[in-house]
């Protein structure tokens, strides 16, 4: 008890108890270097979730739309310390959105300047622009005709004051800023690093559409990594580098050791054929000695089912084709067959999993 007073007169110095039996406290609570009045009435058995706060006007307009809050809180604080910190975080949030609502409007010259650097880009490169133009999203194309975004967030005093950006890049995207930093010239930098990264997005594109990506499910233009389906049992994941995208990528073979290990073999026996001149997936076939199927081809093979299996394993839950899920169990040596019940493990996490196969072979 002792500890828990010491803590709250350290954290909150000037709100002090008003009684020796402790239930009223009163002083303030400080926040971004404002002290606010308040006062607290707790019962005789000092549970805060029958307290009362009382507040003064002006805490209590700051609070307006936290209240819902502020009263979860107090529920459920174990203790007098462990609420104050509480609604001091409450209060800083409160006071940084108020903030941002009353914070000055841009002078004139910032949305004449604004809008005369848009008109020499093009109109047509402006994809939107919330109401005070301070968030602006321009769009550009690179050689090979992908389009890509750049999110430009404005601050009041642009252009003496440069812009934050963002943008959909597999590497970090480094603005030269100059006292005068302006949208043109950070446009500028923005086609200068499409170009640079053209052909890793030729490389990406490639796999994606000449063979079956099984992750991500819906790449970005940031990602790097690639799971493909080498088989109905098995799929290598590569790391490529976005600087030097044709160069040999990190792999990992993954499926039944009796599909992967020859891969890794064939891997290690050939990398000397590995050409930088020419793609990326022509190499792989090559090293690798493979065709990679297309996703046409595997999901005929399924004839358009829905995965009708789900691993036993709850924090995994991946579901699978019965088809897929009898071929990996049948490729694994551990695997082994109770009456018409194959037992092994799951392609994913590695965990036991069942397939309970109907009457007719899968």
């Known amino acids: 008890m002792e500890e828990t007073e010491a803590s709250l007169l350290h954290q ?22 404002r002290d ?29 739309g936290y209240h819902q809050i502020v009263q979860q809180r107090m529920k459920h604080s174990p203790d007098l310390m462990s609420f104050m910190m509480e609604l001091k975080m409450v209060l800083e949030v409160a006071l940084k959105n108020k903030q941002e609502i009353h914070a000055l409007p841009p002078p004139p010259q910032f949305y004449s300047s604004l809008i005369e650097e848009i008109g020499i880009l093009g109109w047509d490169k402006l994809v939107s622009a919330d109401s005070c133009f301070s968030t602006v999203k321009l769009k550009a194309e690179d050689a ?3 389009e890509h975004l750049i999110t430009l967030k404005l601050k009041a005093k642009y252009p ?3 812009p934050d950006c963002s ?37 990406m594109d490639e796999i994606d559409e000449k063979t079956w ?8 233009r940031s990602a790097t990594a690639r799971r493909i389906a080498v088989g109905h049992n098995a799929s290598i994941n ?16 993954l499926g039944a050791d009796h599909v992967v290990k020859p891969l890794g073999i064939k891997l290690s026996r050939n990398i000397h054929l590995w050409d930088p001149e020419n793609t990326l ?27 009708d299996q789900v691993c036993d394993n709850p924090q995994c839950g991946q579901p699978f084709h019965q088809i897929c899920l009898y071929e990996w169990l049948r490729g694994l040596q551990t695997s082994r067959q109770s009456f018409n019940i194959l037992f092994g493990e799951c392609p994913y996490c590695s965990k036991p999993i069942t397939l309970k196969m109907s009457g007719r072979k899968p």
């Open 213 to 220: 990506v099984l992750e991500p499910e819906k790449p970005t």
């Open 36 to 64: 606010f009045h308040i006062k607290i009435l707790l019962p005789e058995d000092l549970q805060l979730k029958n307290a009362r706060l009382l507040c003064s006007w002006q805490l209590r307009t700051i609070l307006n």
């Open 160 to 162: 003496a004051e440069s």
């Open 144 to 146: 090979s005709g992908r």
């Open 167 to 203: 943008v959909d890049f597999p590497v970090s995207f480094s603005v030269s800023r100059t006292p005068q930093s302006s949208i043109i010239s950070i446009y500028s930098q923005f086609l200068a690093a499409l170009e640079s990264l053209k052909a890793f997005w030729d490389v």
């Open 12 to 33: 909150c110095p000037l709100l002090l108890p008003q009684n020796r039996a402790k239930t009223v406290y009163e002083g303030f609570i400080t926040a971004q270097g």
């Open 238 to 253: 590569i790391e490529v580098d976005p600087r030097h995208p044709t160069m040999l990528p990190e792999c990992c073979f």
């Open 281 to 307: 997936l022509q190499n792989l076939k090559d090293v690798l000695e493979i065709d990679f199927p297309a996703r046409t081809i595997l999901e005929k093979s399924l004839d358009g089912a829905i995965p």
